[in-house]
């Protein structure tokens, strides 16, 4: 079966789409599927994340409405050539800016689509996909504008976690104490330079020493704020850039300070205790439903208008609350295995050969 992902990555979307989609492809691939990517040709250094396994990255030029985000027809007719160049089965689409012209357009070619969500998809039309999946919780809770026959995948049970997440989660037993002190700060591979000021701030509030871990996509978003976190001087913080190993620092954490987007499944398989930043409008569902649950605690930065002394006295409850982060994390664990892509993969294959 031969499958083409369509998805993109840079700093004003983040990686998330292209990581999930890269760890579906490789499972796909070790089924025995042949797997292509269509990318934007600004991707070039997010496509290094598919070139880096061995995947064949093929590149469109820059149709994209500037206002709307959506991306023009141009773009899904240089992917449909491409698809039938190479006798595609599945175009698989993981993208903001694909409206219902654009997947229309895929869906009435001899292709079968498949379509990976966001957390605005009960206002998009999906009639045109014969297979869909949104691993957000609360997922199964929207209305979705799909046919009948359309394959549906919905909540974090289906959450594509690299296949180290898995291994970490086998041997763990997390242990919480009073005077745990490690914190993992990771907000994605987007731009997320207005955040870490209020993040740093916090940080200078709290007078017990801790140990920070920032994950980055590049360093230099942090360096850029150099004379404030010089001044932190009762703290140890590292930043690491381009992290392969996730499972090994989160495992490490006691406590995370992160965004709402895929991470959130990650951390919830590792059970590891979460304070959710929200900064992107799809984040709201899957940070309102953890939050509800008890899995994490969510804060509203929307606007960037969190006040860093919040963030700091929200710390201080946590980490002085051992039962809270223990029930934290035995929910968080629960709502995800990490067999997600295995179960994802198995459907696109029983896709493919009907």
Known sequence: MNLLFRCDGNLKIGIGHVMRCKTLAIVMRNLGCNVIWV?????DEFAEELLSVGFTVHYVDHYENFVTGDLMLEDAKETVMIAEKYQVDIVVVDHYGANSDYLNFIGSRDLKLAVIGLGGDSSRDL?????????????????????????????????????????????????FNRDDNRILVTLGGGDMTYHYPMILEAFMFLDIGLDVR????RSD??????TQMSSINQHKITILENVEDMASHMVWADL?????GSTCWELSCLGLPMIILVVSDDQILSAQ??????????????DSSLRSRDLCNLLIKLIANIQQRSEMSLRSKSLVDGNGATRVA?????????
């Open 39 to 43: 990318m934007q040709n600004r991707s």
């Open 256 to 260: 995370s300070i992160n965004a709402g």
């Open 127 to 175: 009639r045109s996909a014969d297979w869909f999946l949104n691993q957000n919780l609360g997922a199964s809770k929207l209305d979705y504008q799909v046919r009948s026959d359309c394959v549906c995948l919905l909540g974090p049970t289906y959450a594509l976690l690299r296949k180290q997440f898995v291994e970490a989660r086998t041997d763990l037993t997390r242990k």
């Open 214 to 217: 920032f994950i980055v996509r």
């Open 289 to 302: 439903e953890l939050h509800g649950q008890g899995c994490g605690i969510a804060l509203d930065n929307l």
């Open 346 to 354: 198995e459907s696109l294959m029983s896709l493919g050969s009907n």
């Open 221 to 226: 978003s942090l360096e850029l704020f150099s």
